[in-house]
Protein backbone atom coordinates (compact mmCIF):
# COMPACT_ATOMS: atom_id res chain seq x y z
CA UNK A 1 0.00 0.00 0.00
CA UNK A 2 1.24 3.62 -0.68
CA UNK A 3 -0.09 6.37 1.07
CA UNK A 4 -1.75 9.45 -0.76
CA UNK A 5 -1.51 13.21 -0.09
CA UNK A 6 -5.05 14.96 0.62
CA UNK A 7 -4.24 16.82 -2.78
CA UNK A 8 -3.63 13.23 -4.60
CA UNK A 9 -6.29 11.70 -3.11
CA UNK A 10 -8.74 14.25 -4.56
CA UNK A 11 -7.32 14.18 -8.10
CA UNK A 12 -7.99 10.33 -7.99
CA UNK A 13 -11.60 10.83 -7.27
CA UNK A 14 -11.79 13.33 -9.53
CA UNK A 15 -10.15 10.83 -12.42
CA UNK A 16 -12.40 8.12 -10.92
CA UNK A 17 -15.57 10.17 -11.25
CA UNK A 18 -14.79 11.04 -14.92
CA UNK A 19 -14.40 7.39 -15.45
CA UNK A 20 -17.53 6.45 -14.22
CA UNK A 21 -18.94 9.26 -15.88
CA UNK A 22 -17.88 8.37 -18.85
CA UNK A 23 -18.87 4.77 -18.45
CA UNK A 24 -22.30 5.47 -17.96
CA UNK A 25 -22.83 7.97 -20.97
CA UNK A 26 -21.30 5.15 -23.34
CA UNK A 27 -23.80 2.52 -21.81
CA UNK A 28 -26.95 4.61 -22.19
CA UNK A 29 -25.73 6.29 -25.73
CA UNK A 30 -25.40 2.44 -26.65
CA UNK A 31 -28.38 1.05 -24.73
CA UNK A 32 -30.44 4.14 -26.44
CA UNK A 33 -29.34 3.43 -30.06
CA UNK A 34 -31.12 -0.16 -29.83
Do not use: E
Not at 6 to 29: D, H, K, Y
Request: hydrophobic residues 60%; aromatic residues 12%; proline residues 0%.
Amino acid sequence: MFVLSRRQRRVMMRFLQALAVQGVVLVVRHWLHW
